[in-house]
């Protein structure tokens, strides 16, 4: 019988609870632990969501994005108080100031196990520029700091470990462990038929942000239209307004006016954008393991994505898609109309894509990774 351990679950974003860690969440909770989920400002939906799955929601207030001494000491402070007053056994924090501060503020208030997932890198590693060059050596300070005391760091890509490991931010000597990026619910996201030929059409799913790759996406739309006027470009997401790389709301509306792409804003279920795509596009600068990527695998769809960490994982180029070097539009436009002049392969390649995450990406085989490297399957 597992002993039941008090277990607190840190994000930055409180949808991210219920979407990236839904399940795993659910499997702690079904092994009788006691889970608290945190993030700030949680809409009802989601607390209910939480509820649903057994966990209980607390609020802790900190900003996400921007690295300011002052918000950043409060977060700490944020982090400690509610570490004293919950008292877990365990923590698992994930995106940046989660398992920087987190991990500090639950080694001062004394929490016996540590455990931090490396997400993605953010602009802070992939950005250019001096303010940028100067939070990046910030951010690994942090890290080295925090993750010194970590009983395990997860990551969702080989290269990001590599990159920890050479920059000595992880001892390592086991401390380390590779996972599948969240994984994806294969029950969730079933295979659906795939639209029409003749009504060819491209979809990203990302927040508005530079490092997303989305200008590159819509110069890549622009060129493809000029030659394929009748391909479907469709963009969805939300704007990230404090974070330095968010995509401005004055281009977007020019994108829109000149016709490029539809916007469908942010959707709070996917699953029938999905369902009306062709051909899923993904041009990020770098990823943990992109979700939406999983996503559209499971639902049978080909990738077009970058060859870069987190993204090469996901595409076998020539069998479910293929890969475009990063921050070229022009080799991105070249990739699309590859689609749009041998309609065909897309069944082959969708098929293919569907039995990659099935073998690679189960959310249950990579949650019982996660299980075991701490400890809580025995």
Known sequence: MTECRKILVLGSHARSLVDFRGRLLQSLVERGHRVVACAPDAPAPIVDALAALGAVYR????????????????????????????????????????????????????????????????????????????????????YRLSLAGADRVFFQNPDDQALFERLRLVRRSGQTVVINGSGIDLEAFRPAPLPAQNTMSFLLIARLLKDKGVREYVEAARQVRTRYPKAVFRLVGWYDRGNPAAISERDLRAWKAEGIVEYLGELSDVRPVLAATSVYVLPSYREGTPRTVLEAMAMG??????????????????????????????????????????????????????????????????????????GLDR
């Open 59 to 142: 609020d802790v207030s900190f900003e996400r994005a921007g690295m300011r001494p002052d918000q950043d000491l409060r977060a700490l402070g944020a982090f400690l108080a509610l570490f004293r007053e919950i008292r877990p056994d365990i923590i698992l924090g994930y995106t940046i100031k989660p398992v920087t501060y987190g991990l500090i503020a639950a080694r001062l208030a004394g929490v016996p196990q540590r455990f931090a997932m490396i997400t993605g890198l953010g602009y802070t590693f992939t950005g250019t520029g001096l303010r940028t060059q100067l939070a990046g050596a910030v951010a690994r300070q942090l």
């Open 301 to 374: 769809r080909p990738v077009i994505t970058t060859d870069v960490p987190g993204c090469r994982e996901t595409v076998v180029p020539g069998a479910n898609g293929y890969m475009v070097p990063v921050r070229d539009a022009g080799a991105l436009a070249q990739a699309m109309e590859r689609f749009l002049v041998e309609p065909q392969i897309i069944h082959a390649m969708g098929r293919e894509s569907r039995r990659i995450a099935e073998e690679k990406y189960d959310v249950h085989r990579v949650n019982q990774v996660i299980v075991q490297a701490m």
